[in-house]
Structure formats: C-alpha cells, structure tokens
C-alpha cells in the first residue's frame, strides 16, 4: 500500500450493511487500515448475500462479542489506537453498548467518531429505525422520480452508497480537520439529510410556487425530446437527451426528419414540450430499426446524447469497464474466482488502489489481537472459549 493517500490512518470499522462498510471501502482502497469488527453473536446481515463481497473489500476483520465486559474493553483498546471510528446503528444503540463518544475520547482524545443514521442523532424522528430504500421514500425522492398518477416507486438501493461516498468524503475532511488542529471531533451524519440535499429543484419549486413537483418518468421538464426508446431486439433501448436546439437539428437529421426541424412549432424547447409524443413517434420509428448501440454510436457521432439502456450482463462485460481496469479478479470466501468493482478513479502518477477480497469474521484476529494489541496465544485461545473474541 506504499505511497496510498490514506497510508498510516486506521480505521476501526463498527458499521454494518450498506452505507458505512461503503464508506469505509473507500477508505480501505485509498490506504486506510480498516479493521472492521463483528460478532457471530449477531453478525453483520449483509454477509448472507453477494453485496458484503463488494462493500467490505480490502478489510480487516476482527470478531469480538462487546456485549460481554471483556469484549468492551478489547473494542476500547482498538480505539485507543485507532484514529477514525465509524458506526451507522440506529441513534442510541452505540451509547448502550458502551462505546458512545463520550468513551472513546476517554480512551483515546483525539479519536474521530462519525455516527451515521437514518435522521440524525437529534429531532422527533431520530429514533426510528431506517434503511435506505425507506429514506428514499421518507424524504420525498421516491414521489418526485417514477412516472405520473402511479403509486411512488420502491426500487433500489442507491440511497446506501450514495450516503456512503458522502461518509467517506466527510471522514477525509475531519483526518484533514485533526492534522491541522490536532483535534478530533464526533461528526453526526443523517441519512435524510443527504438524500433531501439532492433534490434542491424539487425543494425550492415548492417553496416558490406553493406546488408539489410532479414525476415526469423519461420526460424531463425543460428539455425534450429526452427519454428511452425502443431499439431492435428484445428490451433493447437508447436513452436520448436534447439539450439545445442545434442538437435537434442534428437529431432531425439522423433520423430522417429534416423537416420537423423547420416546423415552427418545434422550433424551439417549449414547443418540443408541447409536442413531446409526436416527436417520440417519429424517433422511435427510426431507433426500432436499430440495435441500441449502434443508435447510440450514430447520434453521438452527429452531437446528440445518447447511450444505450444495458441490463447487468451487458455493463459487466462492458468494453469500457473492462479495458479502464474497473473490475479485478480475487477469490473469494466462497472458494471461486470473482471479478469485483473497484474505484472509479485514477491517481495520476501514483499506486492503484489497494484491493482485496472481503474478509470472512474472525480472519484476522491473530493479527488484530496477538501483533496489534499483543495479547498472548494462551489469552486469546481462553477468551476464544468464552465467546469474548466469537
């Protein structure tokens, strides 16, 4: 990991599920050592599926039972020489553990703590118990996307690592905050918070017009035409987004309607608004006689946006994934050869990220226990027996 970012900064990684082990990632693959810590007395609930092999890659993990005293103190003293904890429980079950803020700073000053949940530590709503594809509803995103007159939409699971990178991002600023002040600090991190601070359109027409912003599907509601439209094949699509009136022209063109570039009435965005299923008919009769990329290759060859709408099978064996090095090889706990994601950026000049398969709890408890904090074989062997270290 020489000569990573992060090198010589250890994270001690109590979150679980989505949105913390997605912060904590990116710290682990910029240098950071991450010991992230579990116990079989309730593990973490994302081991049982594919996406704990992807968010706690590059990971140490160490297993430990804090509800026992001794298993307390052993989390403590990872504290004591940690410099950035991070946990994502609902608000108060941390504190009920033993390991609220107020007792980390006792045993390490300078520790920074981010307690990330679903609103907040603070507020009428700050006990509920939430996940992210909740929020997504809680916060207003799930009624502003989807389609008109249908019910709010339920699907995916963007919110976790959306909050995570933001995590992650915020960790990086308070490293930078105690290298300058010496200080650590607790950071209080809401979920809600930064879903709602990413629809600022949706908020402020409100504000502004006293109306509630309504879904438009594909349509967007300054531009058009803007949407997916039918291609060759099966479930074949390209997504096309006119922004300027020299692209509708351009788009005009390519699909052999000179004309409707002419037509006064569409002269211009309002006007393509008002005629916006017209428009799409005529796109789709040509885009149905194309398979998606190549309609895709055409327009962006004549200056329209434009990609095609690929199922998973089709990203994974992207070209532009593959060749720009996004996907390595590891094995993983399974005992098979996986190809897993990496970052989505590049340092200039300097060491790639430093990637691993996911961890399996307790993996590395000798080095955890025994060389970090050096505990003695017998020791550990005795609380390994108590379900202390379990």
């Known amino acids: 990991m020489s000569g990573l970012p992060l090198e010589g900064v250890r994270v001690l990684d109590l979150s679980w599920i989505i949105a913390g082990?997605?912060?904590?990632?990116?710290?682990?693959?910029?240098?950071?050592?991450?010991?992230?810590?579990?116990?079989?007395?309730?593990?973490?609930?994302?081991?049982?599926?594919?996406?704990f092999q992807a968010y706690n890659q590059s990971k140490l993990y160490a297993s430990v039972n804090v509800t026992k005293p001794e298993g307390l103190e052993l989390a403590k003293a990872l504290v004591a020489v940690s410099d950035l904890a991070i946990e994502n429980f609902a608000a108060g079950v941390i504190e009920r553990l033993g390991l609220g803020y107020d007792a980390m700073s006792e045993v390490n000053p300078d520790i920074i703590m981010i307690s990330s949940s679903g609103t907040g530590h603070s507020g009428p709503d700050k006990d509920y118990v939430a996940y992210g594809s909740l929020l997504q509803h809680y916060t207003g995103w799930n009624t502003v996307s989807g389609y008109p007159e249908r019910e709010p939409i339920r699907g995916g699971l963007w919110a976790d690592p959306w909050v995570g990178m933001e995590l992650a991002m915020t960790a990086i600023a308070a490293l930078n905050c105690r290298a300058a002040t010496g200080q650590g600090q607790y950071v209080d991190f809401s979920m809600a918070e930064a879903l709602s601070a990413s629809i600022p359109e949706a908020l402020l027409h409100f504000q502004m017009n006293g109306t509630l912003k309504e879904p438009l599907g594909n349509r967007d509601d300054r531009d058009a035409p803007f949407g997916a439209y039918h291609c060759a094949g099966d479930d074949k699509w390209v997504a096309i987004a006119v922004t300027d009136d020299g692209e509708w022209k351009s788009l005009c063109e390519v699909i052999g309607k000179p004309e409707m570039a002419e037509d006064p009435r569409l002269a211009d965005a309002a006007g393509r608004l008002n005629h916006h299923d017209e428009i799409d008919a005529a796109i789709d009769e040509w885009t149905l006689t194309h398979e998606d990329h190549e309609a895709a290759r055409i327009l962006q060859e004549a200056g329209v946006t434009a990609g095609p709408s690929l199922d998973v099978s089709r990203v994974f064996n992207d070209p532009q994934l593959r060749e720009g090095g996004y996907f390595s090889t590891h094995r993983t706990s399974d005992g098979e050869m996986r190809d897993l994601p990496g970052v989505p950026w590049r340092f200039e000049g300097q060491p790639d990220p430093y990637i691993t398969a996911a961890p399996v709890l307790g993996q590395h408890n000798d080095y955890v226990y025994g060389e970090l904090l050096g505990m003695p074989k017998a020791e550990m062997a005795a609380l390994e027996e108590q379900q202390i270290i379990h």
């Open 21 to 51: 082990p997605t912060a904590t990632r990116f710290l682990a693959m910029m240098g950071a050592e991450v010991i992230k810590v579990g116990s079989g007395r309730r593990p973490d609930p994302s081991t049982r599926g594919a996406a």
